[in-house]
């Protein structure tokens, strides 16, 4: 009799023929199984057998485990459970790094042999580059669910099996390893589907038992008897600002991993953030659940970084068109591509490399931020490529690693690139090239694995053609661009207005902007786009009193006496005759004097608030901490 299973066999083998012979994608296949094949097929994984790697060594298998502690602490009840499910079933489960290497197993010890013929033991990496397509390094490189039965493995040596995997993934969207089932191939394809999701929910559920950093952790669910167990959605907040959350909470609220830092509580909800009772509480769209919270606890430790900064508002307000060029992005720096991301300044270059590093493949390695402005000249060289011990009068003992082996597996984020002097330039340039780099000081070269992500408010082009940038370096960057609009170039400014006034404290105070208020700020030209109306909004907010309706005659001069903006705004480029002339740099200057009389009193207020911290105060107004020094030194 010709079973369904016979038929389904049968479909793959004739997708087999046409992939491998005819060089075609069958439309029929699903699409993370076609897409798998056609990357096994751009990194020529043999489709016979993939070549032989050997295992770890012990040395080596106990540094993989100590990286991946936590997970294996989290995971341990789930690998313990399943393992027993398994006992009378051909079959194992697996638990891997976020690497795909893989690091304990549990099950069937009738089915120990079969495995080891496969490979299927700890020690071994299992990434779509090392064997193929598989349940494990597909839901690596999906970053999701996959399961592969049989001939859908791109290696025939592998068509005996059956797997099923999905990756775990941190409060802070990080990839922390995948949690696998595999087994003869003679069961039912997706036969541990859902033990495998059930698992992995359980595991993210967990890591929010870990110490929380005193933040606030908000459990929803339609249903009230389910808080407290691993179908609900938890978010953490650190100031009313989302840090962190499930993957539960993702999907209910239709959310993504680069939100984290930059939504605050309103943006989400209606109403006031619930104690410690469960409380029916209404989401922006109207939907209404079940809530409560926890209580204060300690973070999860994300990943270590050399700098974790809380992100400032641009991200907030980024449309559908700019969050498209981030998922590009993502796709850029996961293929190894630099990216150059150009806007004016205020527009939000740096939140964007930070949820570009939050989104992609690396952000379990560290994001390393330098500011090619903020720092001396006679300092970057140092700050950038470190320096051995006595390199220099004054050299910290024991040397400096430097920024860039600093961001080692992760994402070095120059700002301001074209502020870099030109020696600096020479250097970083051999460093792209080679991938190594050379401490001051230092007699050999450490080999080093980042991937650059620059940004700038300067046009590089000119700047090349001024002699200012070197043009193999502007060549070497710039293989894909991002291109963040001005505020006033936005269409959907209402909007915007609206999502930094709840941003700023506007809706819990009750206070509102008369028309000829909102007037104005719609037709003034925003010269510091986002930065500059968060700041100003912000400040005229903490000003007023509650339930207070701000006036036209409260908003500096600048703002009161500015000119509607022309139908087509072209700031960027000279004005043609006839048309509005651009904001020169004198005009702006002359503008901004107002609204840094009300920032400093912004300034002055905050560090007064914090007793001298410096640090606690930019945190309080959204800056870096050398951002806010800078203010003072103007």
Same mark, same amino acid.
């Given at each position: 009799?010709?079973?369904? %299973?016979?038929?389904?066999?049968?479909?793959?083998?004739?997708? *087999?023929?046409?992939?491998?012979?005819?060089?075609?994608?069958?439309?029929?296949?699903?699409?993370?199984?076609?897409?798998?094949?056609?990357?096994?097929?751009?990194?020529?994984?043999?489709?016979?057998?993939?070549?032989?790697?050997?295992?770890?060594?012990?040395?080596?298998?106990?540094?993989?485990?100590?990286?991946?502690?936590?997970?294996?602490?989290?995971?341990?009840?789930?690998? $313990?459970?399943?393992?027993?499910?398994?006992? $009378?079933?051909?079959?194992?489960?697996?638990?891997?790094?976020?690497?795909g290497l893989i690091l304990e197993r549990?099950?069937?010890?009738?089915?120990?042999?079969?495995?080891?013929?496969?490979?299927?033991?700890?020690?071994?990496?299992?990434?779509?580059?090392?064997?193929?397509?598989?349940?494990?390094?597909?839901?690596?490189?999906?970053?999701?669910?996959?399961?592969?039965?049989?001939?859908?493995?791109?290696?025939?040596?592998? @068509?005996?099996?059956?797997?099923?995997?999905?990756?775990?993934?941190?409060?802070?969207?990080?990839?922390?390893?995948?949690?696998?089932?595999?087994?003869?191939?003679?069961?039912?394809?997706?036969?541990?589907?859902?033990?495998?999701?059930?698992?992995?929910?359980?595991?993210?559920?967990?890591?929010?038992?870990?110490?929380?950093?005193? &933040?606030?952790?908000?459990?929803?669910?339609?249903?009230?008897?389910?808080?407290?167990?691993?179908?609900?959605?938890?978010?953490?907040?650190? $100031?009313?600002?989302?840090?962190?959350?499930?993957?539960?909470?993702?999907?209910?609220?239709?959310?993504?991993?680069?939100?984290?830092?930059?939504?605050?509580?309103?943006?989400?909800?209606?109403?006031?953030?619930?104690?410690?009772?469960?409380?029916?509480?209404?989401?922006?769209?109207? &939907?209404?659940?079940?809530?409560?919270?926890?209580?204060?606890?300690?973070?999860?430790?994300?990943?270590?970084?050399?700098?974790?900064?809380?992100?400032?508002?641009?991200?907030?307000?980024?449309?559908?068109?700019?969050?498209?060029?981030?998922?590009?992005?993502?796709?850029?720096?996961?293929?190894?591509?630099?990216?150059?991301?150009?806007?004016?300044?205020?527009?939000?270059?740096?939140?964007?490399?930070?949820?570009?590093?939050?989104?992609? *493949?690396?952000?379990?390695?560290?994001?390393?931020?330098?500011?090619?402005?903020?720092?001396?000249?006679?300092?970057?060289?140092?700050?950038?490529?470190?320096?051995?011990?006595?390199?220099?009068?004054g050299a910290r003992h024991r040397g @400096?690693?430097?920024?860039?082996?600093?961001?080692?597996?992760?994402?070095?984020?120059?700002?301001?690139?074209?502020?870099?002097?030109? @020696?600096?330039?020479?250097?970083?340039?051999?460093?792209?090239?080679? +991938?190594?780099?050379?401490?001051?000081?230092?007699?050999?070269?450490?080999?080093?694995?980042?991937?650059?992500?620059?940004?700038?408010?300067?046009?590089?082009?000119?700047?090349?053609?001024?002699? *200012?940038?070197?043009? $193999?370096?502007?060549? +070497?960057?710039?293989?894909?661009?991002?291109?963040?609009?001005?505020?006033?170039?936005?269409?959907?400014?209402?909007?915007?207005?609206?999502?930094?006034? %709840?941003?700023?404290?506007?809706?819990? &105070? +009750?206070?509102?902007?008369?028309?000829?208020?909102?007037?104005?700020?719609?037709?003034?030209?925003?010269?510091?786009?986002?930065?500059?109306?968060?700041?100003?909004?912000?400040?005229?907010?903490?000003?007023?009193?509650?339930?207070?309706?701000?006036?036209?005659?409260?908003?500096?001069?600048?703002?009161?006496?500015?000119?509607?903006?022309?139908?087509?705004?072209?700031?960027?480029?000279?004005?043609?005759?006839?048309?509005?002339?651009?904001?020169?740099?004198?005009?702006?200057?002359?503008?901004?004097?107002?609204? *840094?009389?009300?920032?400093?009193?912004?300034?002055?207020?905050?560090?007064?608030?914090?007793?001298?911290?410096?640090?606690?105060?930019?945190r309080s107004l959204g800056l870096h901490?050398?951002?806010?020094?800078?203010?003072?030194?103007?």
């Amino acid at each position: 009799m010709f079973t369904r %299973r016979d038929a389904d066999s049968a479909a793959i083998q004739k997708a *087999r023929f046409l992939f491998f012979e005819r060089g075609e994608a069958p439309a029929w296949l699903p699409g993370p199984l076609i897409r798998s094949w056609q990357r096994c097929a751009e990194l020529r994984v043999p489709p016979e057998r993939p070549e032989g790697v050997e295992p770890m060594v012990q040395q080596e298998m106990r540094l993989a485990k100590e990286r991946s502690d936590t997970l294996l602490k989290l995971a341990t009840p789930e690998l $313990d459970a399943m393992g027993e499910c398994l006992l $009378d079933s051909p079959g194992l489960v697996l638990l891997t790094d976020a690497d795909g290497l893989i690091l304990e197993r549990r099950g069937n010890t009738g089915f120990l042999r079969k495995a080891e013929d496969v490979s299927l033991r700890p020690g071994m990496n299992w990434s779509e580059g090392a064997r193929g397509t598989n349940a494990i390094g597909t839901s690596l490189a999906e970053r999701g669910l996959v399961g592969v039965w049989g001939y859908q493995h791109f290696c025939q040596a592998h @068509s005996t099996l059956t797997c099923t995997a999905a990756p775990i993934v941190t409060p802070f969207g990080e990839l922390a390893g995948v949690l696998d089932v595999s087994g003869d191939a003679s069961l039912a394809p997706g036969y541990a589907r859902g033990l495998v999701q059930m698992a992995v929910a359980q595991i993210e559920h967990r890591w929010f038992t870990l110490d929380l950093g005193g &933040r606030r952790a908000l459990s929803l669910h339609a249903n009230p008897t389910l808080l407290g167990s691993w179908q609900e959605a938890i978010l953490l907040f650190e $100031d009313e600002v989302l840090m962190a959350a499930n993957r539960v909470a993702i999907t209910l609220l239709g959310l993504d991993w680069g939100s984290l830092g930059q939504l605050r509580f309103q943006h989400l909800f209606k109403g006031a953030m619930p104690g410690e009772i469960t409380v029916p509480m209404k989401l922006r769209d109207g &939907r209404e659940l079940f809530a409560r919270c926890t209580g204060v606890r300690q973070a999860p430790r994300a990943a270590a970084e050399p700098e974790r900064r809380q992100p400032g508002p641009a991200g907030v307000y980024w449309d559908t068109a700019i969050r498209d060029q981030l998922k590009l992005a993502m796709r850029a720096v996961n293929a190894d591509i630099p990216v150059l991301i150009l806007g004016e300044t205020g527009t939000g270059k740096e939140m964007f490399a930070r949820a570009l590093h939050a989104s992609s *493949r690396r952000s379990h390695k560290p994001l390393v931020v330098l500011n090619c402005a903020a720092i001396p000249e006679g300092l970057i060289e140092s700050e950038l490529f470190g320096y051995e011990d006595g390199a220099f009068t004054g050299a910290r003992h024991r040397g @400096s690693p430097g920024k860039i082996r600093e961001a080692d597996g992760g994402i070095l984020f120059l700002d301001e690139i074209g502020d870099m002097p030109l @020696s600096m330039q020479a250097r970083l340039l051999r460093v792209l090239q080679n +991938r190594e780099v050379t401490p001051l000081g230092g007699k050999g070269s450490v080999v080093v694995d980042f991937v650059p992500v620059c940004a700038t408010n300067r046009d590089l082009e000119a700047e090349v053609r001024a002699g *200012r940038v070197r043009a $193999d370096l502007f060549y +070497r960057l710039q293989h894909f661009c991002v291109h963040l609009p001005p505020l006033r170039e936005r269409p959907e400014f209402s909007s915007l207005l609206d999502t930094v006034l %709840r941003g700023s404290g506007a809706d819990e &105070r +009750r206070i509102r902007f008369s028309p000829e208020a909102c007037q104005a700020l719609h037709q003034y030209r925003w010269p510091g786009n986002f930065r500059e109306l968060a700041n100003l909004l912000r400040t005229l907010v903490a000003l007023a009193d509650d339930g207070a309706c701000i006036q036209l005659a409260d908003l500096p001069p600048e703002i009161r006496q500015s000119r509607p903006l022309p139908d087509q705004p072209c700031p960027a480029h000279p004005s043609g005759p006839g048309e509005p002339r651009a904001m020169d740099s004198t005009d702006q200057n002359d503008a901004q004097e107002p609204l *840094r009389v009300i920032t400093r009193h912004a300034v002055d207020q905050a560090i007064a608030a914090h007793g001298g911290n410096m640090s606690a105060a930019a945190r309080s107004l959204g800056l870096h901490r050398s951002t806010l020094y800078r203010m003072l030194q103007r």
